[in-house]
């Protein structure tokens, strides 16, 4: 092995690679894996997934239930929110977050952008709340959900031109799902300041969102609700950017000013 963690393994694949893989392995669907389960899931040879599972483990990346499978360990938990560029973000959201649910009675979230897709960084729900399909940490395509396409509408140039070239999956009837709707839509959304989606995810559910700005007025977020499909989606609007701000405006921290007196 040299220095910076690279192995001589198949196809000169890094030890710390393969080691991302058996993480990547475990999700909200599959949270606990046998060593076997997870040397499938990566591709990894079972005795190749066992030993760097045993390093993981060692290191309390991976926790061993007494059932012998496998789950995140809390060093890992740690680690990743300890670092988090999201986790100010969070904070700072979280008031306006807990007031705007208690409004509007069904789930809002908080999204940011990575790369071609969307990931939640928080999430409130609600007993009774329509059908939601995003979770905190869990990921959507950019294309279909309000946030992402709040997102991509203020994304580099190239991003867009990525994700109008790639192919774009269908999950209802109103899904777009053609480079010239989803260039169209983009330009909406930025004319108009929000995305309000549909049945564009599940045909009973609307989603509705806004971007929250920095400082510098720099797209760092999106705010976003989802609502039941009533045809009163677009009545959220104002309170989302009403939020939005005030996100941004705890971003920027508080203002100080001189002491005249001095």
Known sequence: MTSDGASGGAGGESVLLRAVRILETLTPDTPALTVTEIARRSGLHVATASRLVASLVGLGLLTRRPDRRLTVGVRLWELASRASPALGLREA???????????????????????????????????????????????????????????????????????????????????????????????????????????????????????VRDAVGAVVAALSVVVPDDGSAHLRVPLLQASARGIGRALAGPVTTRNSSR
């Open 93 to 211: 959201a979280m008031p306006f977050l807990e007031d705007l649910h208690a409004v509007v009675g069904h789930s809002v979230q908080l999204g940011v952008l990575d790369g071609a897709e969307v990931i939640f960084v928080e999430r409130l729900v609600a007993p009774g709340a329509v059908v939601n399909f995003t979770r905190i940490a869990g990921r959507l395509p950019v294309h279909a959900s309000s946030s992402g396409v709040v997102l991509l509408a203020h994304a580099p140039p190239e991003l867009q031109e990525e994700v109008l070239a790639a192919p774009l999956e269908r999950f209802t009837a109103r899904t777009v799902t053609t480079p010239d709707r989803l260039r169209a839509l983009l330009a909406d959304v930025r004319r108009q300041g929000a995305a309000v989606l549909p049945g564009h995810l599940h045909a009973d559910a609307a989603g509705v969102a806004v971007p």
